[in-house]
């Protein structure tokens, strides 16, 4: 059984830092893009970014890059999300995903995420 729990959000001033993690268990680190979605008010589930650890490769979302930094521990089955000059429209709650997709689709395709973590709320107050 897939299992993944997530620690870190808050609250916190515009420019600030967050760090997120997602501790995963119950299936192979490597056969997957390992990331977060966020979803904010009245909004639609965007991808946010995913890290693919056996091939070396990450997405972000355009709004992130630069910005948004994703990591992988191997030794402790966990990723983690530092989330650096945060602006308002940061704010979301954001979902840990182990997805089935192609690194290049992760952002399209929540259709193709096989489990969520239990969300953590991010908010960035302007």
């Known amino acids: 059984e897939v299992q993944l729990v997530e620690s870190g959000g808050g609250l916190v001033q515009a420019g600030g830092s967050l760090r997120l993690s997602c501790a995963a268990s119950?299936?192979?680190?490597?056969?997957?893009?390992i990331g977060w979605f966020r979803q904010a008010p009245g909004k639609e589930r965007e991808g946010v970014s995913c890290?693919?650890?056996?091939?070396?490769?990450?997405y972000y979302a355009d709004s992130v890059k630069g910005r948004f930094t994703i990591s992988s521990d191997y030794a402790k089955n966990t990723v983690y999300l530092q989330m650096n000059s945060l602006k308002h429209e940061d704010t979301a709650v954001y979902y840990c995903?182990?997805?089935?997709?192609?690194?290049?689709?992760?952002?399209?395709?929540?259709?193709?995420?096989?489990?969520w973590g239990q969300g953590a709320q991010v908010t960035v107050s302007s």
């Open positions: 890290i693919n650890s056996s091939e070396g490769s990450t």
């Open positions: 119950g299936f192979t680190f490597d056969d997957y893009c």
């Open positions: 995903a182990v997805s089935a997709a192609d690194i290049t689709t992760f952002g399209a395709a929540p259709e193709y995420v096989i489990s």
